[in-house]
């Protein structure tokens, strides 16, 4: 039986493989390039690191703008007729976006910051390739994605990474803050190479009717990925603005594990939303309901679980790996996102399953609702009582928003 089973999804076990091990590896290195940064710089110049990182990555959002997410969903209703022409003219019309948005940025960047600000964020010019290398590198990674390519995938992100992590430790060590900016480079470049050389596809010509199809879809989700940051990263850009570099340097590191401890109950979302699809559609409320309460109190429990032992984990592991930052701030900044770590793990599923019930939107408009208040709170919280008073209302806000949309979620549910 197991045979069969195997057998049946031997393709869809494969991409499943290879997929997994291409975002656990470029998580890797992610991470281990995060650690050797906190390692080799100050605990100031670590925090400014991550601050100007953060101002890069917030303009790319503007440079993709959904784009490459638009061209993975259009690969993959293209590919299975092998329309390769459309998906061609897919690619160019990506690029030409690409090019054309990363331009702008580019100069308005170096405009902004000659001419208004003075060049206050010199550094951030060190990271103008990002603006073409990133998007560029997820437009590719969303066509291979789109025609299942997912072996390619891998190998390019463990080639990459491997080659670029061994260019970090020499560039940080050498030059310290600027090598680690110019390491995003190489690594994005090195991507982007990887791509290229084992990419089948070859632009063609764009196309209008494509074009318009393209720019459309892409700008819901361009919209939605720039409330998303607002929501949830916003807070390193005014602690950066006021001047909290080492605070950030403590905050980066906490929201780091609050990524790490988040992503099993993401996982577990993937693996039973198909289920509530099925029955959503079958329209077996009853079941819908009762699966979500009964995911929910073990989310709970297991989330609970968790938050108990980082509580009394963190002071140890903050002593062990990271000595440098091993302060009472840290300690109780750490303490207090646990409220946020738990209601995080707490709806880490809910949106998966409100899009696989088919109500997106409402995850859409929290986002936005959170987003908007998020920078509200955020500004008035730092002005008035520092960067605890940003930690402590973030938290908040965050806290609340999680626990009301899962309760928003299952009230909105037809119970018939």
Do not use: C
């Not at 090195?190 to 720019?215: R, S, V």
């Not at 793990?345 to 609702?369: C, D, E, K, Q, V």
Request: without cysteine.
């Amino acid at each position: 039986m197991l045979a069969a089973f195997l057998n049946k999804y031997k393709i869809l076990l494969g991409n499943l493989i290879w997929r997994t091990l291409q975002v656990f590896a470029r998580n890797g290195f992610s991470y281990a390039i995060f650690y050797l940064s906190s390692l080799f710089l100050p605990k100031e110049d670590f925090g400014y690191y991550n601050y100007i990182l953060k101002i890069a990555f917030f303009i790319i959002l503007f440079v993709d703008f959904g784009i490459s997410m638009a061209v993975s969903k259009f690969t993959a209703e293209y590919a299975p007729g092998e329309n390769k022409g459309k998906i061609n003219s897919l690619l160019s019309n990506g690029i030409i976006l690409i090019l054309a948005l990363g331009l702008l940025a580019s100069l308005l960047t170096l405009f902004v910051n000659s001419f208004i600000l003075g060049g206050i964020y010199n550094n951030l010019l060190y990271l103008i390739p990002l603006f073409f290398l990133v998007p560029l590198s997820s437009l590719f990674d969303g066509v291979l994605r789109g025609t299942k390519q997912f072996r390619v995938l891998s190998l390019i992100t463990l080639i990459t990474g491997s080659l670029s992590f061994f260019f970090f430790i020499l560039l940080i060590k050498k030059f310290a803050l600027t090598g680690a900016f110019y390491s995003q480079n190489i690594f994005y470049l090195l991507m982007l190479a990887g791509y290229w050389l084992y990419f089948k596809i070859i632009p063609e010509k764009p196309d209008a009717l494509i074009f318009k199809k393209l720019t459309q879809y892409a700008l819901v989700i361009g919209v939605t990925g720039v409330f998303m940051f607002l929501s949830t990263q916003v807070d390193v850009l005014f602690l950066g603005a006021f001047g909290y570099y080492t605070e950030i340097a403590y905050y980066e590191i906490i929201f780091k594990f609050l990524a790490f401890v988040v992503m099993p109950f993401t996982i577990a979302g993937h693996v039973i939303s198909p289920d509530f699809t099925s029955r959503f559609v079958q329209k077996n409320y009853t079941w819908v309901r009762l699966k979500l309460k009964q995911s929910v109190v073990l989310s709970f429990l297991v989330a609970a679980t968790i938050t108990l032992l980082l509580y009394f984990a963190f002071p140890l592991i903050f002593k062990s790996f990271f000595s440098k930052y091993n302060t009472g701030d840290l300690i109780r900044m750490s303490h207090i996102a646990l409220v946020l770590f738990f209601s995080n793990m707490l709806n880490g599923f809910i949106p998966l399953l409100a899009i696989a019930t088919g109500h997106a939107r409402w995850s859409m408009y929290f986002i936005i609702a959170v987003g908007v208040l998020n920078v509200m709170f955020d500004y008035i919280s730092i002005i008035y009582w520092g960067v605890w008073g940003l930690i402590i209302s973030t938290v908040i806000l965050k806290s609340l928003a999680n626990i009301l949309f899962i309760g928003y979620y299952y009230l909105k549910l037809p119970k018939a």
